[in-house]
């Protein structure tokens, strides 16, 4: 068997946790394979919402095993957190709950140095979520991390002091920016010490395994391509690789043993953070968009920036990871539109660019539009694709068209029953 990947096209939060959720009873097993809790992803059934930042969004489904994968950056304080707020469930987290022993702690001073970094940079911050995760990956880099294998280790206390030493040695560095560890140290080692007493496994070893023994896994994905490390918006992206290379670094799973590669975009588009972003709408459009999609951060709660559908970009995201079959989310957010503008090119200092460029961070990047006739109706109570409106049947084959992967999924609202599967056309 081979590893199904889910992942975000976009700039995050596309609905993954949803579709996760969605497409877990087909499966044995969902991986994270990276990030952290600056994730947060939204499921809704049964008329509740639950936000998930580190557990992965198969975990609501009995008979299926989750794993946080070696990729994955976990802080056990918002760990434990998230157990907590399960226990209505009664979900036996030890049986159904793996934890690679090689994903790295988050630390309280991995959030303080995110913070004191961020408050230096003034107007050029990153608009991290200040959960420690550049200082956690940065730390993995530079060979100095902590891992959820070295909390059984006996000199475990001694290698957590060596690096908050080296911690608030850094933070000499800042010295406007002030800060009391005390406070979130007790908690901490608290939260570490029940972290102790889940499953912590050799990750890659036990999927690898499952693979043989014929069990279908997919591998979930945090943020969305143009957040990723290398192929990002750099330096406004986050510390690791979302694309499906990060499935075979963050799993253990060989770039042969990778299967379908499912993208998941926005019918429109969003971003929450600094940095470029082509199709913004910073007018009452926009404004229109964030209001009826309930755009703000499900980690943060800040407002998200909201625009117009990117072809060049997401033609870029499906080169880069792979992917086989879209999922298009939110379509019934453009429900009250006469029409939608989707981008087809750009123009840089009056050139035509029909693919995402290396520089778009100090250029004028000026999207040039196509305008495509709204549907104008309530989709939210649709149960089949084939009952929706024509405009609607329109803008997803002309997207297929333009982004040459078909569209095998249309979500017409939060919930798990909002969910039109797409395949006869596909
Ligand atoms: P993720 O990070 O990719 O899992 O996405 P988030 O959970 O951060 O953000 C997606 C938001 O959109 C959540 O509030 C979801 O409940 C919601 N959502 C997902 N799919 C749909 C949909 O098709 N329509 C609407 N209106 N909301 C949706
Ligand atoms: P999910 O998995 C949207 C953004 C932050 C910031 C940048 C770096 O829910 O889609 P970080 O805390 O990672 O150092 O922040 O990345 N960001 C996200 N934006 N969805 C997310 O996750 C994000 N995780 C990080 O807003 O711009
Ligand atoms: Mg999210």
Redesign the pocket.
């Known amino acids: 068997m081979k590893v199904d990947v889910l992942l975000?096209l976009q700039?995050?939060?596309?609905g993954?946790g949803k579709i996760v959720d969605v497409l877990t009873p087909q499966y044995d097993i969902i991986a994270r394979f990276q990030?952290g809790p600056?994730?947060?992803?939204t499921l809704e059934f049964e008329g509740i919402k639950h936000v998930l930042h580190t557990i992965p969004s198969g975990i609501f489904r009995e008979g299926v095993l989750n794993v946080i994968g070696n990729g994955v950056v976990i802080d056990p304080v918002i760990f434990k957190g998230e157990l907590e707020k399960m226990a209505p469930y009664n979900i036996d987290f030890k049986s159904r709950l793996v934890i690679s022993k090689k994903a790295h702690l988050i630390l309280p001073t991995h959030r303080i140095l995110?913070a004191a970094s961020e408050a230096a940079k003034g107007k050029d911050k990153?608009?991290?979520?200040?959960?420690g995760?550049?200082p956690t990956y940065m730390d993995k880099t530079g060979r100095n991390g902590l891992r959820v294998g070295d909390i059984f280790s006996p000199n475990f206390e001694t290698k957590y002091n060596a690096l908050v030493n080296k911690h608030k040695d850094m933070l000499k560095r800042f010295p406007d920016f002030e800060y009391d560890l005390s406070e979130l140290e007790g908690p901490w080692l608290q939260a570490v010490s029940e972290l102790k007493q889940l499953t912590a496994i050799d990750s890659e070893q036990f999927l690898n395994d499952s693979m043989k023994a014929g069990k279908k896994i997919l591998a979930e994905g945090?943020?969305?391509t143009m957040?990723d490390i290398d192929f990002g918006t750099y330096p406004?992206?986050?510390?690791s690789n979302t694309v499906t290379a990060g499935t075979c670094t963050g799993l253990g799973v060989a770039p042969t043993k990778i299967g379908d590669v499912i993208g998941i975009f926005k019918a429109y588009c969003t971003r929450?953070?600094?940095?470029p972003f082509p199709t913004e709408l910073d007018d009452e459009v926009g404004e229109r968009i964030r209001k009826e999609g309930s755009e703000f951060?499900?980690?943060t709660g800040r407002p998200r920036r909201c625009g117009w559908v990117d072809i060049p970009q997401l033609k870029y995201a499906i080169m880069i990871n792979g992917v086989t079959e879209l999922s298009m989310m939110k379509a019934d957010v453009l429900d009250a539109f006469e029409t939608i503008q989707a981008c087809t090119h750009y123009l840089i200092d009056g050139e035509r660019y029909d693919y995402f460029p290396y520089d778009v961070n100090d250029v004028e990047v000026v999207p040039v539009y196509e305008e495509i006739k709204g549907w104008n109706c309530d989709t939210t109570k649709l149960s089949s694709f084939e009952d929706a409106p024509s405009e609607l049947k329109d803008y997803v084959e002309y997207l297929e068209q333009k982004l040459e992967v078909p569209i095998t999924v249309v979500s017409v609202g939060p919930d798990r029953t909002q969910t039109l599967n797409n395949k006869v056309l596909a």
């Open positions: 975000g700039w995050g939060d596309e993954k990030g600056n994730a947060g992803h995110d990153i608009g991290s979520t200040l959960k995760i550049g945090a943020q969305g957040l406004f992206v986050t510390s929450v953070g600094s940095g951060g499900a980690t």
